[in-house]
């Protein structure tokens, strides 16, 4: 179990960089054809900066891509083989591109202890808050996950 004391609790911070790699790739999955997520020059002649980060690239540079913060979780009582995605939601504030350096410090702002008809479990939600290279807001990502409960606690 994760003690209640660690609400508000917040990690990092993390930092990573937005590569036109990623905004590539990620295009590419998604079947998006626009030129602007593909080349640099068809974005700046649409008055971009750089490639557009296409909205879902969040989820690449959070919790479950960040070794560091799946660490720091297992070291308070919810280690990755017990996590359940539960839910996730973004509030995009400010567009992102190639070339934006990220930085965030996820916080615990939500530990509920439940019982199911497996046993105990855990509903501990996280609030992260990405901010770019000028100090902006750019995604607020709030994610639930379900901390099932030990096996030899249950």
Excluded: C
Excluded at 30 to 53: F, I, K, Q, S, V
Excluded at 82 to 90: F, I, K, P, S, V
Aim: cysteine-free.
């Amino acid at each position: 179990m994760i003690e209640l004391s660690n609400l508000g609790r917040s990690f990092g911070p993390y930092t990573v960089v937005v590569t036109r790699e990623h905004v590539r790739d990620l295009a590419t999955v998604l079947g998006e054809r626009d030129p602007r997520y593909h080349e640099l020059e068809a974005a700046r002649a649409a008055g971009l900066p750089d490639l557009p980060a296409p909205p879902t690239l969040a989820t690449r540079y959070g919790l479950w891509a960040n070794q560091a913060l799946l660490a720091e979780l297992e070291a308070i009582g919810a280690p990755l083989p017990r996590l359940l995605h539960g839910e996730q939601h973004y509030s995009y504030l400010a567009p992102l591109f190639a070339g934006d350096t990220l930085t965030a410090s996820p916080a615990i702002v939500g530990l509920e202890r439940k019982h199911g008809q497996s046993g105990p479990f855990e509903l501990l939600t996280l609030e992260t808050r990405w901010h770019n290279q000028r100090g902006d807001v750019t995604i607020v990502d709030r994610l639930v996950v379900v901390v099932r409960g030990d096996d030899a606690a249950a």
